[in-house]
């Protein structure tokens, strides 16, 4: 039997992946495929107060047109599908199918939308101030635990503290706190207080968002590019307003998602109106362009966080306060997780947050790779360093002090962790890296170039529980397992699968992984989305193979006699212990539950399965022996995924322009599950660190509110060119004692890991310059070496 | 922040037409394009100007006859006429190298390419690289080898840069090879997997 988990495999979908086999959304083909564009609003709020489509309709080629009056109004303040009230430019109003795509636009170049514009809101800031502009109607504001949007306003006083270049901090819509905060910081050697600026970015997932539909028999059949397979199709259902049953999803690639699209999303139901309304197929493609507009992005922070550290670098108390720039819609709550995360990385024995989340005419926001955690590590590392340097301390040290164990507590609740070996990781990448070494390295000149060292930390929640598992057994002696996760491009829907050969001892051969089609029988699963599908689905999988062991041992108990408990499994068989010939082999035992029925083969099952589950089930019964489960295993506390990461970087200090010499990413997953997927995520999440930290960005126009970055060059996501030829990863590798394979996530915080190394590393190499402002760009660095003020204002938001 | 009322008061009218809008930002510059991705894949009857020619490329080395409008780019051509969806766009405007393809030996983008101009030339995509039985060509499988791809979207535009490396440098150094593929966008970041594929598949190369 070999060793599944832990071991390098070649995925099933690679090869589709480097021969372009691999059919991604706009791949797909239908019989009579008609083509839809979209109308979408050129200014960031107005109202739609007529449409004149007559022209258009009339033009030959043209089939239809679909408006926001024929498609459900989502509850505000969620995404919609259309809309007669754009809350951003880009936003969706109308569309038009055609026989093609360049007859669709010459259609909408016909249509007269009359739109009145209406006030909008760039700036959060801005927003709550005694008469700023809000962005909805209804007000500037989504509040934690309450329906729809209210409107939030401080006072002239509160923005008193806007004239020192600090966050004003009014009423906030949320808060927590634990601990006597005050005794923290009067016991403190060094208190410090800084106001600070994370800026927002695209996702930039290089498929679009394309999508293609078509009914047949009552059912919608949806091509879609979406991270998740299971958790999609109630989203569906609910935008369709048709039963979930009804809906079939096929998603077999997602050309990267990174947050953007882990559940559905609206404007993939339009080619599925528009299919409706006019009885053919229609495909959807989506441009770069309109991809920034509703491609999603991660939400921008202005903050303050006051910090009071022991004189040995430990943190006594800290104080966060967050402005979220949440976009037009419901957004996601970065600035929640941003403040759990603080929590949790840094531990302080006192701790209260506040914050409150302000609606913007920006693109909608969403969760993007680390949302909240990311930003904060970019923003708190820096500060650590300069704690470190006033305690004259080692930056290493000031970390490795706070670093939460075990009994370390998550949020303003303290929920406890399943595990956190954050010190072992510490201690083994400073190790790996010499870091005492290379620290010596630090302020190193030759000419205009001097060397930097950082490390930085990060964090993400990585695991739920709840989901099902299904595998099945059939005559042919095949393992099938069926997964509903998804396929990001991770391959963890690989290496939770393998936990369920693993169970069942079935070499790796004979498995067939079912997945990327609702027809195909897959469990309800959770999306794969949160780095929690290495955790969560290695249980739902351990949970289906569990319950096929257990079949199997009944049912050779029934045609071999005596009693279950004497039967073991092994080389694909069920045998009676103490004599081995007395055996039945999958194959058979696939046969045999098909002739019994009943829960052997699918025709009775668990009643605590999900609708989704059973209805795969239903569908697959009679066809092998089934193993269908819900994860009902033990979950007690939060499952932390940690990361660091140690730099040093080469910086320019003539040009600002960096090169990143050594990088070491050290990953908390728990039990490594791949080696060589570890390593693609941590030196692939290092890439969009760089990204993060120093060269994404979202600018707009003041006057109009027009995104002014709506291109990959503009943007900038990192290029070949921007990253090192090679860097080092790394991995603790111990297990989750809650998990059934020591599994937990990892993807997230490998990226804000990186992103704070640099970060330090760029403030070090300029003696602990710290800039209150990310993305750091190449202008700010030759400001700050130049000793120059920088270009922007502090807490100015938007930036270029 | 109340600036686009000032202006619109200016002007002597509370409000505008999408129209008037756009003829507005198109003023200042910023204006948001939506037409990056347009293709007609069809004639439309009665219409004026939609002038079909009937050309024959050498794809893969095969010759296929196409109908081909004037303004109509080779990766439209590949993806909606010969039915080679290989060929990915992601950006549609050069920025990506997501539809790269070879071109008599160079890689060349072929959304920004005009399929008119490729007549009597020898086009390589994607689905051309495997031998006749299925063999892959190195790169290729030095891309499995190394777990090259993550979400898969940019490896066929990787794998063709790769190969048209090897074919002008059978030996490049890894500085070389970053060099070559910077044309090539990754966002998950697999830039250092895809450099370890492209060492993999030159060693092999030389060996044989």
Redesign the interface.
């Known amino acids: 039997m070999a060793n599944l988990v832990g071991t390098n495999f070649?995925?099933p979908?690679?090869?589709?992946?480097?021969?372009?086999?691999?059919?991604?959304a706009?791949?797909f083909r239908a019989e009579g495929m008609l083509?839809c564009?979209?109308l979408?609003s050129?200014?960031p709020h107005g109202r739609v107060?007529d449409i004149d489509a007559s022209e258009a309709l009339a033009m030959?080629?043209v089939v239809a047109i679909l408006t926001a009056d024929e498609v459900p109004e989502m509850p505000e303040p969620e995404d919609q599908i259309l809309t007669n009230e754009p809350h951003f430019?880009?936003e969706p109003i109308l569309a038009v199918a055609a026989?093609?795509?360049?007859?669709a636009?010459d259609a909408i170049a016909r249509i007269?939308?009359?739109?009145?514009?209406l006030?909008?809101?760039?700036?959060p800031l801005?927003s709550l101030r005694p008469g700023?502009?809000n962005a909805r109607l209804s007000g500037n504001a989504v509040v934690p635990r309450e329906e729809g949007v209210r409107e939030v306003k401080w006072t002239e006083e509160d923005f008193a503290a806007v004239a020192d270049g600090q966050l004003p901090m009014g009423e906030p819509t949320l808060t927590w706190s634990y601990g006597d905060l005050e005794d923290g910081f009067a016991n403190a050697s060094v208190v410090l207080d800084e106001t600070f600026v994370t800026g927002g970015n695209c996702?930039?997932?290089?498929?679009?968002r394309t999508a293609m539909a078509y009914w047949q028999d009552g059912r919608c059949f949806l091509f879609g590019s979406n991270q998740s397979q299971a958790r999609v199709v109630p989203g569906l259902a609910r935008y369709l307003e048709i039963d979930q049953d009804l809906v079939v999803f096929i998603g077999e690639?997602?050309?990267?998602?990174?947050g953007s699209k882990g559940s559905a999303y609206p404007t993939q139901v339009v080619p599925a109106y528009m299919a409706k309304k006019t009885g053919r197929p229609v495909m959807m493609?989506?441009?770069?362009?309109?991809e920034?507009?509703i491609g999603s992005a991660r939400p921008g922070f202005q903050g303050r966080i006051k910090m009071g550290f022991r004189q040995d670098g430990r943190l006594l108390a800290c104080d966060l306060y967050i402005v979220q720039e949440n976009g037009p819609n419901s957004g996601f709550n970065d600035w929640m997780s941003a403040a759990g995360a603080v929590s949790l990385v840094y531990t302080p024995v006192a701790m209260r947050f506040r914050g409150v989340s302000v609606l913007t005419n920006t693109p909608p926001r969403g969760p993007q790779r680390g949302p909240g955690q990311n930003q904060i590590a970019m923003a708190v590392e820096p500060v650590l360093d300069k704690a470190a340097r006033q305690l004259g301390i080692d930056q290493f040290a000031i970390r490795r002090i706070n670093a939460p164990d075990h009994d370390a507590r998550y949020g303003g609740e303290r929920e406890p962790v399943t595990s956190s070996y954050m010190g072992e990781a510490l201690d083994q990448g400073a190790e790996r890296f010499d870091w005492q070494t290379k620290r010596t390295r630090s302020g190193e000149r030759r000419g205009s170039k001097v060397i930097g060292v950082g490390v930085g930390q990060a964090f993400h929640s990585a695991g739920t529980n709840g989901f099902d598992g299904l595998v099945r057994l059939t005559p042919d002696g095949k393992l099938h397992i069926h997964t509903g996760v998804g396929n990001?491009?991770?391959?963890s829907y690989v290496t939770t699968s393998r936990v369920a050969a693993e169970v069942l001892q079935c070499s790796w051969e004979n498995c067939v992984i079912e997945r990327g089609d609702s027809r195909l029988g897959l469990p309800w699963n959770n999306g794969q989305f949160g780095s929690n599908t290495s955790f969560t689905m290695s249980r739902t999988n351990y949970a289906a193979a569990m319950d096929a062991v257990r079949k199997l041992k009944v049912l050779a108990a029934l045609d071999l006699g005596g009693s279950p408990e004497d039967y073991e499994i092994g080389n694909e068989t069920v045998f009676r212990r103490g004599n081995p010939s007395r055996r039945l082999t999958y194959a058979a035992a696939g046969q045999r539950a098909i002739e019994l029925g009943g829960e052997f083969d699918g025709h009775e099952m668990a009643e605590d399965l999900n609708r989704m589950t059973k209805t795969a089930v239903q569908g697959l019964a009679g066809t092998g022996l089934i193993g269908a489960a819900r994860d009902n295993l033990e979950r007690t506390g939060m499952v932390p995924a940690l990361a660091v990461g140690f730099m040093v970087i080469d910086l320019d200090l003539e040009t600002g322009k960096f090169e990143i010499l050594d990088y070491l990413g050290v990953a908390e997953c728990g039990t490594v599950m791949h080696p060589?997927?570890v390593?693609?995520q941590s030196?692939?999440?290092?890439?969009?660190g760089v990204g993060l930290a120093t060269l994404e960005q979202m600018a707009f126009?003041?006057?109009?509110?027009?995104?002014?970055t709506?291109?990959?060059?503009q943007a900038k996501?990192?290029?070949?060119?921007d990253?090192?030829?090679?860097?080092d990863s790394d991995a603790v590798d111990q297990p989750d004692p809650q998990n059934p394979v020591g599994a937990k996530g990892i993807g997230e915080p490998l990226q804000g890991c990186a992103s704070a190394a640099l970060l330090c590393a760029i403030s070090d190499a300029l003696g602990g310059h710290y800039f209150n402002r990310t993305p750091v760009s190449t202008d700010m660095i030759i400001s700050a070496a130049a000793g120059l003020p920088q270009s922007q204002r502090p807490l100015q938001v938007h930036t270029e | 922040?109340?600036?686009?009322?000032e202006?619109?008061k200016a002007e002597g009218r509370a409000?505008?037409?999408?129209?008037d809008?756009?003829k507005?930002?198109i003023a200042?510059g910023?204006?948001?394009?939506?037409?990056?991705?347009?293709?007609?894949?069809?004639s439309?009857?009665?219409?004026a100007g939609a002038v079909e020619r009937l050309i024959t490329l050498n794809v893969n080395g095969q010759t296929r006859r196409v109908d081909v409008l004037p303004n109509e780019t080779l990766a439209m051509t590949l993806?909606y006429k010969l039915g080679?969806?290989?060929?990915?766009?992601?950006?549609?405007?050069a920025?990506?190298g997501?539809c790269t393809v070879i071109v008599d030996g160079v890689a060349l983008y072929s959304c920004s390419t005009l399929t008119h101009r490729m007549r009597g030339r020898e086009i390589t995509?994607?689905?051309g690289?495997?031998g006749p039985s299925g063999e892959?060509n190195p790169v290729?499988q030095a891309?499995?080898d190394e777990?090259?791809?993550?979400?898969?979207?940019?490896?066929?535009g990787q794998?063709m840069s790769a190969v048209a490396l090897l074919v002008d440098n059978p030996n490049p150094t890894?500085?070389e090879a970053?060099?070559a593929?910077?044309g090539?966008?990754?966002?998950?970041?697999?830039?250092?997997?895809y450099?370890n594929g492209v060492m993999r598949a030159a060693n092999s190369v030389t060996r044989s």
């Not at chain 1, 026989?99 to 007859?103: G, N, P, R, S």
């Not at chain 1, 990253?723 to 860097?727: D, L, R």
């Not at chain 2, 080679?84 to 405007?93: E, N, Q, V």
Request: a neutral charge; proline letters at 8%; aromatic letters at 10%.
């Open positions: 070649t995925p979908d690679i090869r589709g992946k480097v021969t372009g086999r691999a059919k991604y706009e791949d083509f564009r979209l979408t050129p200014m107060r030959p080629g430019v880009g026989v093609d795509e360049a007859t636009e007269r939308v009359d739109l009145e514009p006030p909008f809101a760039l700036d801005e700023g502009p996702h930039h997932s290089m498929e679009p690639h997602c050309g990267g998602g990174f493609r989506i441009s770069r362009a309109e920034y507009a990001l491009g991770t391959y060589q997927g390593a693609a030196r692939g999440a290092a890439v969009m126009d003041p006057q109009w509110g027009l995104p002014r709506v291109g990959l060059y996501p990192p290029s070949y060119l990253v090192p030829v090679e860097t | 922040m109340t600036d686009q009322h202006f619109f409000t505008l037409s999408r129209r809008f756009i507005g930002v200042s910023v204006a948001v394009s939506s037409m990056a991705y347009v293709v007609r894949t069809q439309v009857p009665g219409r993806r080679l969806t290989g060929t990915k766009l992601a950006c549609d405007r920025e990506c997501s995509t994607i689905e690289l495997e892959l290729q891309f499995i777990l090259g791809p993550q979400c898969g979207f940019c490896t066929p794998v890894r500085q970053r060099e593929m910077a090539n966008l990754c966002r998950c970041g697999a830039y250092e997997f450099l």
